[in-house]
């Protein structure tokens, strides 16, 4: 594990406009949400619903510590949000290759059978926002965060220096268009 | 795309005017303003299409990232990863603890399939590796053709624990049960195995703990495997383990699958597997467990775990709210219903007890009913054991004072009488175990609230306990009379036992006309029969006599024949224990007539019956059938585990061969009792354990053997003073062999004593005109007598005669005792009357008794000796000596009519 100051500051750096410290947290971070989730997940019946906030949470107690400033923290999300997007969209194809390769041997048949539905939803899910953010950034990068992050609204706002209205407003839209990418994509 | 590009903000702000206009309007409106534009037009109506103005989610989306982290199989990259001579080659499964991955052998030699299984939730420090390292080596002596083989591990360089395993290429046997649509029949038999493999582990000490359809996977050719025993065990966090519990909580198990005293973190015992085993089982037979929460509510499931009563199997098909995991045709819940009705029912329920104590003392008794159903043999768990612990405590009648005691009464004793009279289908057996939870729960809080205290010398105030008790049923139970009912009968036996008869009264008329209202049969013949025992304690005969009759014709009209059965011995035993035995003969024969039709010699309760039955003719002085009564009842016994009900048959038998004039073999006997009593109760003293110590002193006094009698009578006495306090009659019962013992031994004064305390008991308790007063007056002649005071002796002797005769003379009585002291004494002083009445009692007793008996020719003998003969030939000293020598031998020589007659040899003037 990294060293948690180490992580505070490159953090501060980055709120402080170095785009560079993104990318030397973003491993890190991918890295111990995948820990995160792979002691949570590994087990078959785990007795909760661990939401995408939940694992933000944890991975930023974790590696940063509770006690630092909230825009910080804010940010932080930000930055879990994206990885864990990409967390989500690495597995979904993996596990994509995995069945249309080798044997297929069934484990627990209804979280197989549910998690499969689910699986294409998070690849369309992540091929629709691409197609968004390619129109719009903005109303792209506001389902990410709150779909990934499970930011708040008044949090993505304060992220993103708008005010709430408009996050509220630009949200609405976002989903219909995203609903709309989608359903083309299915049709396809 | 581009058009799309090109007119994005012409788009989302024609989209968001209109999103601000109700839904109908909305189309228009699009039209009127885009009109020109029929490419932004569309885009905005397809858009708006799309607003269903719900949750502002796409709702197929990962609103449950859950799920979609779930699929997450983390540590693909483990693939490829080399352990010792293992190659992981491919991911298996998800086990309980962390992935399965089939491993093939690295070398040339020879090619070896293994299962390895990664734990990476447990990285162990090091203490944990060498635990780890300790209970693989125990589990892999654990070598069965139904357990998946642990053939290594270890521990990864970053402490990662893993466990090679036999592989197994299967599928969980629920999967596997369903795939081949197995019979009931088969699936039982797959359990077997199962059981098989549970007991081999628990014979080496080692628990599984996390027994569950996952666990068990069946292979092609059809045999069961049991994996990943113990792991639980094995990763149990010690104190520095840097295993991580995670902040939401989670457990090592799957908590459907918890036993009651997992859930609470109690001791681990092999109890838990055989829950698991039921739970399996259950499972399997229908398709759902009794408990059902959503998977992620831990805190509700556990709560059912530990207060529900599972719901019977066969019950589970019926209920409306079922969902099973896979279809079937409502022909087959019918089918399954029939199927499981009865005896799986019990057994299964007996497996899911909550008490570990209560389930199957171990595997192998649960598969072996298992076994005794599929080839349609009776099994052998109760339906409810508390029934057994009830007659237990009737029997035992008086109430011991130690709170535990009163505990397991009312709780017990209220609980199955309960279930007696509300099981009039089995279908009501589910509300009755509720219930019976329920009352227990009842009493054990009634106790825990007085201030009654466990053992030690103070006197327990049990009737305030009763009193409390009663107040408390009329104040809780208002809306409850079911519960109320039996708890109301138990209470009037308490009070009944403690000699509070218009207490006891009052409980059985607060029963009665809960009963009426409820129209309960049982319970009205059971509030009856109550009311008639008291009546008799009250003095009432007749009436109690009439209320008997009247229980008697409620319990006759019991539809359920084995009920009846038990019900009918129970009247017999009332008419007994009352006194009538002549109305008691009948009922004894209808009642071993009954059970034998039923069930032949295996009626559990046939040896009790017996027993009683042996005691009336006893008491009648029908000796021979008495006793064939008692063997038979032995007989059976011999072989079933009822140390009870042997210790008071023998206890009976006993007397009944000092009756017939054995005292030494008498005395053996009630050694017997004494020592099977003194094993049940272990450190706990019991009425019951005292009234043996009683009857032993009672028999070794009239071997001589003073002093050990003296020891006997001395704990009997102070057991019962302890246990039932200063004024129960059982104390006075005991006092009287004590003083009996002292005047033998001629501590006249201590014989006083106790003869008082005695007299006063018997007053107070049982009133001046009682039967039991015969006894006190007795014992005071033979006190007067031994102080040289005839006339005293006779006034009592009179009087204990005169109340003998007034009670009904069908049974034995201590007449024969109580003439033969007059007889003497009136010649003593003098009157010709004293030897007619003498040869009265010897004539009498020579109807009943042999020729050849011991006492008879004793009393021949004293007639040719003072005081009835004063001048006695020569000869006669001779042959009594011989006489006396002889018995000297076989009873003991101080044995007290052995010394009488030697006393009354030396008064013989020496010519």
Same mark, same amino acid.
């Given at each position: 594990m990294t060293d948690r100051d180490q992580i505070t500051q490159w953090l501060n750096d980055w709120v402080e406009g170095d785009p560079a410290a993104f990318d030397r947290m973003a491993p890190v971070v991918y890295e111990e949400m995948r820990q995160i989730a792979r002691q949570v997940f590994s087990q078959e019946r785990g007795p909760h619903t661990l939401q995408a906030t939940a694992l933000v949470h944890e991975a930023y107690a974790r590696l940063i510590g509770l006690d630092v400033e909230l825009s910080n923290r804010d940010h932080f999300y930000a930055l879990a949000a994206r990885t864990m997007r990409r967390l989500l969209i690495n597995h979904a194809k993996a596990r994509d290759a995995a069945k249309r390769g080798g044997k297929a041997t069934p484990i627990t048949l209804h979280d197989d059978q549910v998690a499969d539905a689910e699986q294409t939803d998070v690849l369309a899910l992540d091929e629709a926002l691409t197609r968004l953010a390619e129109h719009d950034s903005r109303k792209a990068e506001i389902l990410e965060l709150s779909y990934f992050g499970g930011l708040t609204q008044s949090a993505i706002a304060t992220l993103l220096e708008v005010s709430d209205s408009t996050i509220v407003r630009e949200k609405r839209l976002a989903t219909l268009w995203l609903r709309k990418f989608m359903s083309d994509a299915e049709n396809r | 795309m581009n058009d799309t590009g090109k007119h994005w903000k012409a788009i989302n702000a024609l989209l968001e005017r209109a999103l601000e206009l109700p839904a109908e309007e909305r189309e228009d409106y699009v039209r009127s303003i885009a009109g020109a534009e029929p490419f932004i037009a569309e885009a905005v109506l397809e858009l708006l299409a799309h607003d269903r103005g719900d949750a502002l989610h796409p709702t197929r989306v990962a609103g449950d990232l859950h799920t979609v982290f779930k699929s997450i199989r983390c540590d693909d990259s483990l693939i490829g990863l080399k352990i010792g001579p293992f190659v992981l080659t491919r991911e298996i499964a998800r086990g309980g603890m962390g992935q399965v991955f089939e491993a093939?052998?690295?070398?040339?030699?020879?090619?070896?399939?293994?299962?390895?299984?990664?734990? +990476? #939730?447990?990285?162990?420090?090091?203490? &944990?590796?060498?635990?780890? =390292?300790?209970?693989?080596?125990?589990?892999? &002596?654990?070598?069965?053709?139904?357990?998946?083989?642990?053939?290594?591990?270890?521990?990864?360089? $970053? #402490?990662?624990?893993?466990?090679?395993?036999?592989?197994?290429?299967?599928?969980?046997?629920?999967?596997?049960?369903?795939?081949?649509?197995?019979?009931?029949?088969?699936?039982?038999?797959?359990?077997?195995?199962?059981c098989s493999a549970v007991q081999l582990a628990h014979r080496n000490l080692v628990v599984h703990r996390d027994i569950k359809p996952g666990n068990v996977l069946v292979d092609a050719a059809g045999t069961p495997k049991l994996l990943d025993f113990g792991i639980a065990k094995m990763l149990e966090p010690g104190e520095d383990d840097t295993g991580e519990q995670t902040r939401t909580g989670m457990r090592l198990l799957t908590p459907a699958y918890a036993s009651p005293e997992q859930v609470e973190g109690r001791e681990i015992t092999t109890a838990v597997d055989v829950y698991a085993l039921g739970l399996l089982t259950y499972k399997l037979l229908t398709d759902r467990l009794p408990f059902r929460a959503e998977p992620t509510d831990t805190h509700s499931m556990e709560k059912q775990i530990l207060g529900t009563p599972p719901e019977a199997p066969s019950d589970a098909l019926r209920s409306r709210d079922s969902v099973s995991d896979f279809k079937r045709p409502p022909e087959w819940r019918r089918q399954q219903y029939r199927a499981l009705r009865g005896d799986l029912d019990t057994i299964l329920l007996m497996a899911l007890r909550k008490e570990p104590e209560r389930r199957y003392a171990n595997v192998a008794a649960l598969a072996d009913d298992l076994r005794r159903h599929l080839s349609n043999r009776p099994i052998q768990a109760r339906s409810d054991s508390l029934t057994y612990r009830l007659r237990l405590l009737l029997k035992r009648h008086p109430v011991a004072a130690p709170v535990s005691a009163l505990a397991v009464m009312a709780a017990?004793?209220? #609980?199955?009488?309960?279930? %007696?009279?509300?099981?009039?289908?089995? $279908?009501?057996?589910?509300? =009755?175990?509720?219930?019976?939870?329920?009352?227990?729960?009842?009493?054990?809080?009634?106790?825990?609230?007085?201030? =009654?205290?466990?053992? #030690?010398?103070?006197?327990?105030?049990?009737?305030?306990?009763?009193?409390?008790?009663?107040?408390?049923? =009329?104040?809780?139970?208002?809306?409850?009379?079911?519960?109320?009912? +039996?708890?109301?009968?138990?209470?009037? $036996?308490?009070?009944?036992? %403690? &000699?509070q008869y218009q207490d006891g009264v009052e409980q059985a008329e607060a029963a009665l006309s809960l009963a009426e209202s409820e129209e309960s049969v049982r319970g009205q013949g059971l509030a009856l029969d109550l009311m008639a025992r008291l009546q008799h304690n009250l003095g009432d005969p007749e009436e109690a006599l009439r209320l008997s009759r009247r229980a008697f014709e409620f319990i006759r009209q019991t539809d359920n024949s084995s009920e009846r059965t038990t019900m009918l011995l129970n009247m017999a035993i009332a008419f007994n224990e009352g006194g009538y035995r002549l109305d008691a003969l009948p009922v004894f024969e209808e009642a071993e007539a009954a059970m034998r039709d039923e069930a032949g010699d295996t009626h559990e309760d046939l040896p009790w019956l017996l027993n009683n039955y042996g005691w009336c003719l006893h008491a009648l002085g029908r000796y021979e059938e008495a006793m064939q009564r008692y063997d038979a009842a032995l007989a059976l016994l011999a072989d079933r585990d009822l140390p009870f009900d042997r210790a008071l048959t023998l206890s009976n038998r006993a007397g009944l061969l000092r009756d017939l004039g054995q005292p030494a073999a008498a005395v053996g006997e009630w050694e017997q009792a004494l020592t099977i009593l003194q094993d049940m109760f272990g450190e706990q003293e019991d009425p019951g354990v005292a009234r043996g110590h009683s009857l032993l002193a009672l028999g070794l006094t009239e071997l001589g053997q003073l002093d050990d009698a003296l020891d006997q009578s001395n704990r009997a006495v102070a057991m019962n003073r302890r246990l039932l306090g200063p004024e129960h009659p059982w104390l006075a019962y005991s006092l009287n062999h004590r003083s009996a013992v002292q005047l033998e031994r001629g501590d006249l004064d201590a014989a006083e004593t106790d003869i008082n305390d005695s007299a006063a008991i018997v007053e107070a308790q049982r009133g001046p005109e009682h039967r039991d007063n015969a006894q006190i007056h007795l014992l005071r002649a033979r006190l007067a007598l031994k102080r040289g005071d005839s006339e005293g002796a006779e006034i009592a002797l009179v009087k204990a005669r005169d109340l003998i005769r007034q009670q009904s003379s069908v049974e034995r009585t201590p007449i024969d005792r109580v003439e033969w002291l007059l007889a003497r004494v009136w010649a003593v002083q003098g009157q010709p009357e004293g030897i007619e009445l003498a040869r009265l009692v010897i004539a009498r007793l020579s109807e009943r008794l042999d020729e050849d008996d011991w006492r008879l020719r004793i009393k021949r003998a004293a007639l040719e000796l003072p005081p009835f003969d004063q001048t006695p030939d020569p000869d006669v000293r001779n042959r009594t000596e011989a006489l006396i020598n002889e018995l000297s031998r076989r009873i003991g020589e101080g044995a007290p009519r052995l010394r009488q007659l030697s006393d009354a040899l030396a008064d013989a003037p020496a010519t």
């Open positions: - | 093939k052998r690295q070398d040339d030699d020879f090619e070896q399939t293994v299962a390895i299984k990664l734990l +990476p #939730g447990h990285r162990l420090n090091e203490e &944990g590796r060498l635990r780890f =390292a300790i209970e693989r080596r125990i589990l892999a &002596g654990l070598k069965h053709p139904n357990i998946a083989q642990l053939i290594d591990g270890g521990t990864l360089e $970053d #402490g990662m624990p893993y466990i090679v395993m036999e592989y197994v290429d299967g599928v969980s046997i629920d999967e596997y049960c369903r795939q081949h649509a197995l019979t009931n029949n088969a699936i039982i038999e797959l359990i077997l195995k199962v017990v004793g209220a #609980g199955s009488v309960f279930t %007696w009279l509300l099981a009039e289908e089995r $279908d009501q057996a589910l509300a =009755a175990e509720a219930r019976a939870v329920q009352t227990a729960d009842f009493a054990a809080s009634l106790l825990s609230s007085t201030s =009654a205290q466990t053992g #030690g010398e103070d006197l327990v105030p049990v009737t305030e306990l009763l009193d409390t008790a009663s107040q408390r049923i =009329a104040e809780e139970l208002a809306e409850e009379p079911l519960i109320a009912l +039996p708890l109301h009968l138990a209470l009037g $036996d308490a009070y009944m036992s %403690w &000699g």
